[in-house]
């Protein structure tokens, strides 16, 4: 008899979860950006970047269960690299990956609910202090935002205004 409860309850619990599908995120690049990677940072960087992104988002929203059911939908709507992309580098004759500079990326969107509700979403960091640019590769800051913006998403965290 315990054996049946137990096994009532079990599935019971694997259903309730298995309602809840998890959150489907779409990723963008914005106009602006895309612009800015044909001419100066290169399409293959920003495209991997915008995959991170939505990989970053997926992981994190799985894990948490935070906005199942929703959809999320993402721009990349700004990146700034720490050092020459690989597209810099060909273009620019003398430019050393020795250079570097601040970094960080800005991310915009909306979480639509599963009840219709749209909540929008914005994200940016772009690091102030050049002392800690040396010590990172090519696009640290803007990984660190992307890392950043996925974690607190899925805390629940609706991150209007930052």
């Not at 137990?6 to 259903?15: N, P, R």
């Not at 990349?76 to 690299?81: E, H, Q, S, Y």
Request: no cysteine; glycine share 8%; proline share 4%.
């Amino acid at each position: 008899m315990r054996v049946i409860a137990i096994t009532a309850v079990a599935l019971m619990a694997s259903a309730g979860a298995a309602a809840a599908a998890p959150a489907s995120v779409t990723v963008s690049i914005g106009p602006e950006l895309q612009q800015k990677a044909t001419q100066s940072l290169g399409q293959r960087d920003v495209d991997t970047l915008a995959a991170d992104l939505k990989k970053a988002v997926e992981r994190r929203l799985a894990k948490s269960g935070a906005y199942d059911g929703s959809q999320i939908v993402l721009e990349l709507a700004d990146v700034r690299p720490n050092r020459p992309t690989f597209k810099q580098m060909t273009d620019t004759a003398g430019l050393s990956y020795r250079s570097f500079g601040t970094g960080g990326a800005r991310i915009e969107g909306h979480a639509i609910a599963p009840n219709g509700v749209m909540t929008p979403l914005s994200y940016s960091y772009y690091e102030p202090d050049i002392r800690y640019a040396r010590l990172g590769g090519t696009w640290s800051d803007a990984y660190w935002t992307i890392d950043r913006f996925a974690y607190d998403l899925a805390r629940g965290k609706a991150l209007a205004s930052r």
